[in-house]
Structure formats: C-alpha cells, structure tokens
Nanobody, 121 residues
C-alpha cells in the first residue's frame, strides 16, 4: 500500500501564500505522477496541478501563474506553492499519486486525507 501524508494547510489572508507538501511512503515500486486536487464546499473535486516523474506539469487553466507544483523524486514528495491566494481558493486540498505498489502490479490511484486551506481576512 501507498500512504500519502499532506501538510502545510491553514488559514491565510487574501493575497497571502502557502506551501503544501505531500510525502508518499509504503510499498512503492515507482510513482508515475503526483498532483494536487481540491474540493470546495458544495462543489466537485477539481484538478489543481500534476507533475510526472520526468517533470512534465499540468495546471488548471484558472490557476496558472499563481500556483506552482514541484516534486522531489528521491523523497517521493510533491509540493504546491500557492501565491496571491483568494477567498475562492478556500477548499480541502488533496494529494494524489499514480503509483505501482508491487513489482508486476498495475498502477493505482492513491489519495491523501486532505488538508484544509482557508483564505479569509
């Protein structure tokens, strides 16, 4: 099994910044991609950004320029730098990993427990 543990959420004022971290541990042969999704109250979970092992990134169009995803492949950790935060960014942010837990097994989707980000004055 693969476990994902997020950290770095909290309360921030509009215009402020946060850095989220997510570390993967457990039985891991390889991780193809890691990323962040978010879910605001009453809304569906949506893509924030993903990054592959090779460093290819994908962002939600509406967040380009304010959010930056990065990854440490040695530490199996993904980061999300969120700048110029707005109240509309308030949501639970979930870490995701597409990983192979055992040699010969397929890739599976894994999720963290989520970390709350609240943008409010």
């Amino acid at each position: 099994q693969v476990q994902l543990v997020e950290s770095g959420g909290g309360l921030v004022q509009p215009g402020g910044s946060l850095r989220l971290s997510c570390a993967a541990s457990g039985s891991i042969v390889t991780i193809a991609a890691m990323g962040w999704y978010r879910q605001a109250p009453g809304k569906q979970r949506e893509l924030v950004a993903t990054v592959t092992t090779g460093g290819r990134t994908n962002y939600a169009d509406s967040l380009k320029g304010r959010f930056t995803i990065s990854r440490d492949n040695v530490k199996n950790t993904v980061y999300l730098q969120a700048n110029s935060l707005e109240p509309e960014d308030t949501a639970v942010y979930y870490c995701n990993a597409v990983a192979q837990p055992r040699s010969g097994s397929p890739m599976y989707n894994y999720w963290g427990q989520g970390t709350q980000v609240t943008v409010s004055s």
